[in-house]
């Protein structure tokens, strides 16, 4: 891990390539935690110029994967275990209050919304795509808060996410897999189509706490790493 080779990109679909290929090569660890970019060697390397990379690199700014320091450059954000504890923490109360926002809401709509995006999860993960079982993973988890008609919890999700969809990627890097198994949302769509929302509630959170003191063992070690460049 560390070194990051990518490919040349077609000119119509400039920024939008380089953001999907630069959020993949974090996402699967060629680039990693509080590893520097190096703009001249990846713009080569893609055939583009400085130009659309940086408008790439600062849309990953805003959605908080990258972080830019002023004369230093654009590095991957760093991730601490604490860092996690705090955004998982975070997660179980959230998923737990949406849970019960979204319970009286449900309907046929978001029953059938549910196994779309769970059958998206699934998909994802027979390809073994890390990238979209992250992306899909993050919709199908969602679902809760686009339901809970709550503007303020879906805010507060969505700013989450940019943060979870890093720590979601360290956690299949710890369990050196490229995804989960296929069958790891059943129980969870299965209990959001039911009628015990206490049970529901119950298993999100066991559901955020699988595997939890490998990813922070995983991310004490990454801790201890040097910075590495791109």
């Not at 959170?205 to 922070?216: A, C, K, Q």
Request: aromatic residues 6%; negative net charge; glycine residues 4%.
């Amino acid at each position: 891990m560390g070194k990051a080779d990518f490919s040349p990109i077609a000119d119509t679909t400039r920024r939008a390539e380089i953001v999907a290929l630069l959020r993949r090569a974090i996402l699967t660890g060629q680039l990693e935690p509080g590893q520097k970019l190096n703009e001249l060697r990846i713009s080569e390397q893609m055939r583009v110029s400085r130009a659309p990379l940086r408008e790439a690199m600062r849309e990953l700014v805003q959605e908080g994967i990258l972080t830019s320091i002023p004369y230093a450059g654009t590095f991957v954000i760093d991730v601490t275990a604490k860092d996690i504890d705090d955004a998982y923490s975070l997660n179980k109360v959230l998923d737990e209050f949406a849970i019960e926002r979204t319970w009286p809401l449900r309907d046929q709509r978001f029953f059938d919304e549910l196994d779309r995006r769970h059958e998206a999860v699934k998909q994802a993960t027979r390809n073994r795509d890390t990238t979209r079982q992250i992306e899909t993973a993050l919709q199908l988890h969602g679902l809760i808060y686009e339901w809970a008609d709550n503007s303020v919890l879906l805010e507060t999700w969505q700013r989450l996410t940019s943060r979870l969809q890093m720590y979601f990627a360290l956690h299949q890097q710890a369990r050196k897999e490229a995804v989960p198994a296929e069958d790891v949302h059943d129980i969870y769509v299965s209990l959001l189509k039911g009628t015990d929302m206490r049970a529901a509630q119950r298993h999100a959170r066991e559901h955020i706490d699988l595997d939890f003191e490998e990813l922070l063992s995983y991310a004490r070690g990454l801790e201890q790493r040097p910075p590495k460049r791109a």
